[in-house]
């Protein structure tokens, strides 16, 4: 498989992706690090979210082959400034994460993740696994075997076990 690096603000979606990506049941977690998941580097929003740490994802994007811009569809701005992308030494991909949010948009965000300079755009979502299958053959490279044999399979809901909300209310902390 191609090596990713997933970048994007917290809560975009990241985490539970890699997740959904693997064939793993959903859990809420938050990112504190960045983490090697075998072919995945999962990164925490708020390095995507603060000029200094930045520095950090540009080095980290070393080790990968492909950069994963990610986006929720609904989110009411973007974080990447026009032809970002331009300026990073690995292909630059655009993930649009939570397409089945009620209040989801996901033109919108393709549409900036053009501006960022993405040629290619896949459209997820993680809860129902629409869209899944689509970008593990884009990861996929000759030999590898997929956690899925079929288009239909990757792209079945998956169990949700926590999320977000409830984490928040059970340690009270955020
Ligand atoms: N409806 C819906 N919610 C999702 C989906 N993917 C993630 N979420 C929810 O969004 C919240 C944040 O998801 P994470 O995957 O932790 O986000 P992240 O980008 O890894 O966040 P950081 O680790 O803080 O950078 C969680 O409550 C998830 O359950 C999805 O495809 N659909
Ligand atoms: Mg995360």
């Known amino acids: 498989m191609k090596k990713m690096i997933l970048v994007g603000r917290s809560e975009s979606g990241k985490t539970t992706l890699r997740q959904a990506l693997k064939g793993d ?3 809420y977690h938050k990112t504190q690090y960045i983490n ?7 990164t925490p929003g ?3 979210e603060t000029g ?3 520095r950090a994802l540009a080095l980290y994007s070393y080790e990968a082959d492909v950069t994963a ?3 929720n569809a609904n989110e009411p701005y973007s974080l990447y400034p ?3 992308a331009a300026i990073n030494c690995r292909p630059t991909i655009g993930i649009v994460t939570q397409i089945d949010a009620r209040d989801a948009n996901p033109d919108r965000a393709e549409e900036w993740l ?3 300079g993405c040629k290619q755009i896949f459209r997820v979502s993680s809860y129902t696994g629409e ?4 970008l593990l053959e884009y990861l996929r490279e000759p030999g590898d075997v997929l956690p899925w044999d079929s288009e239909e399979d990757a792209n079945r809901a998956r169990e949700v076990r926590s999320t977000k909300s409830e984490d928040t209310m059970s340690n009270g902390s955020r």
């Not at 090697?36 to 999962?42: G, P």
């Not at 869209?131 to 689509?134: A, C, D, M």
């Open 82 to 84: 026009p032809c970002c």
């Open 52 to 54: 200094t740490l930045g």
């Open 69 to 71: 811009l990610v986006l």
């Open 46 to 48: 708020e390095y995507a």
């Open 25 to 27: 049941v959903l859990h």
């Open 114 to 116: 053009r501006l960022a």
């Open 131 to 134: 869209g899944i299958w689509q």
């Open 36 to 42: 090697h998941y075998d072919v995945i580097i999962d």
